[in-house]
């Protein structure tokens, strides 16, 4: 079926809903109806180890009356009683305490119309011929990783293939929803035998599958990455080092940013960045983005999870902070207007929280930011979550690459890198090879000034 007639499914679902929130009591109400379908394949060794395949639809209506608010979840509204739902959705309500600063969008301000980002592909239709494909997809890439030389054994790999529509319509008059499509492959493996046995992935997504990297080419890089970290060992420990940041987990430091930069955190005092606005927290000439409106991308949206019409937004410019990330309620609490960053869920009001959020190219290589490295390492995992983002304080287990005089010399593993991330930020020099594969990205990263210790 075709994602407009879906689409004019989750519609009529949700002015369904809406209309029992009116009749329930409900002074303002919006409600979130999301379906699609999956098929996710998993092989190993060969053989087909995993095959799932998913579909149907769900609704979260939220209700307010007066200052206080509820949301309830419907797992199969077609077939819900949607007038008992809203009826106790206005039951919560009643009991729920009072927040001064919630409420939905002024009706002028919702989006009207919003352009075609592209976010949609062709869905096959024939669920049986789609996952024959994923699982030739899968097996490819599993047959190109264990041809890499000193690859033992696999892991698994897989591929995948998703459809999502959502429709969000409020009592304010806003109505809309959009289409989304995702492709994906991984392959993981072990490297060596015995008690040097390494293992490391490699994978790519998304939202158009013409995008997606080969299976072939998932597959002998991570035969690769697991190859390269053979024969580790404990760094030497320095007081004050360069840490690179590999590009596929430099985004975690983009995303580091983005928590602390989140209007609910900055409104509750409970982020290190919460009185930096207006200065400078990065170096000069570095930019950070947050563009809901990116055409294809991974976190794209025409609209928030409020109705407020999306847009390109600068957060940091030259270095300076220039933006919070903002819904409503957080800008209402600050004084401020709302830059349409609410994300929305099934169970829960709406909260702000990125979009496609990414520190900018620079102009150096990867290559050329380690040939600058008189002794440091290039980070290539990161263990645990040992980040506090009301301090900035970081510490993070980690194995990766030593750097000696500007070349790689060996894999390192079992150490802790350390710093505090007001410092990294103010220190962090970017690479030119940004990728977007998710909703926090970033090219390499160089951070100076950290503290590496073997365990």
């Known amino acids: 079926m075709a994602d407009d007639a879906l689409l004019k499914q989750l519609q009529a679902l949700a002015a369904n809903a809406l209309g029992a929130a009116r009749k329930a009591g409900a002074e303002a109400a919006d409600v979130l109806v999301a379906g699609g379908e999956s098929v996710e394949v998993d092989v190993r060794e060969g053989a087909l180890e995993h095959l799932?395949?998913?579909?149907?639809?769900?609704?979260?209506?939220?209700?307010?009356?007066?200052?206080?608010?509820?949301?309830?979840?419907?797992?199969?509204?077609?077939?819900?009683?949607?007038?008992e739902a809203a009826e106790r959705a206005v039951a919560m309500a009643k009991?729920?305490?009072?927040?001064?600063?919630?409420?939905?969008?002024?009706?002028?301000?919702?989006?009207r119309d919003w352009p075609d980002l592209d976010l949609a592909d062709?869905?096959?239709?024939?669920?049986?011929?789609?996952?024959?494909?994923?699982?030739?997809?899968?097996?490819?890439?599993?047959?190109?990783?264990?041809?890499?030389?000193?690859?033992?054994?696999?892991?698994?790999?897989?591929a995948s293939a998703s459809r999502s529509l959502v429709f969000l319509a409020a009592s304010n008059g806003f109505a809309g929803g959009y289409a989304r499509t995702s492709f994906g492959v991984s392959a993981a493996v072990i490297a060596g035998e015995g008690g040097d046995m390494q293992r490391d992935y490699a994978y790519d997504s998304a939202t158009h599958d013409a995008d997606l990297r080969g299976p072939q080419d998932i597959g002998r890089e991570a035969g690769e990455r697991a190859v390269r970290r053979m024969n580790p060992q404990k760094p030497e420990s320095l007081s004050s080092a360069p840490v690179v940041f590999e590009q596929r987990i430099a985004g975690t430091i983009a995303g580091h940013l983005a928590s602390a930069i989140n209007g609910r955190s900055v409104a509750r005092g409970a982020s290190f960045l919460k009185d930096s606005m207006g200065q400078r927290i990065l170096p000069e000439g570095v930019q950070v983005i947050d563009d809901a409106r990116l055409a294809r991308g991974a976190a794209s949206r025409p609209f928030d999870g409020e109705g407020l019409p999306t847009a390109r937004l600068a957060v940091v410019e030259n270095g300076v902070l220039n933006a919070w990330l903002l819904d409503l309620a957080s800008a209402r609490q600050l004084g401020l207007q709302g830059n349409a960053h609410a994300r929305r869920s099934l169970t829960a009001p709406p909260s702000p929280g990125p979009s496609n959020f990414f520190i900018d190219n620079g102009t150096a290589s990867p290559e050329e930011l380690i040939k600058s490295i008189r002794r440091g390492v290039l980070v290539t995992e990161l263990i645990g979550m040992g980040v506090n983002t009301v301090t900035g304080d970081y510490s993070r287990g980690a194995s990766g690459l030593w750097i000696e005089n500007?070349?790689?010399?060996?894999?390192?593993?079992?150490?802790?890198?350390?710093?505090?991330?007001?410092?990294?930020?103010?220190?962090?020099?970017?690479?030119n090879d940004l990728r977007f594969t998710g909703s926090t990205n970033a090219p390499t990263l160089l951070i100076e000034g950290m503290t590496i210790a073997g365990l």
Request: charge should be negative; charged fraction near 20%.
């Open 406 to 431: 500007g070349e790689i010399t060996h894999a390192v593993s079992e150490m802790t890198i350390a710093a505090n991330l007001k410092d990294m930020f103010a220190s962090l020099t970017a690479a």
């Open 52 to 83: 799932e395949r998913s579909d149907g639809a769900s609704l979260g209506l939220r209700v307010l009356i007066g200052k206080r608010q509820a949301v309830v979840s419907v797992g199969d509204p077609a077939n819900m009683d949607l007038a």
């Open 95 to 111: 009991a729920a305490p009072e927040d001064p600063f919630i409420g939905l969008a002024e009706a002028q301000a919702v989006a």
């Open 122 to 158: 062709d869905f096959p239709a024939d669920a049986e011929a789609l996952a024959q494909t994923l699982k030739e997809r899968a097996l490819a890439a599993e047959e190109a990783a264990l041809a890499v030389k000193g690859v033992a054994k696999s892991v698994g790999a897989g």
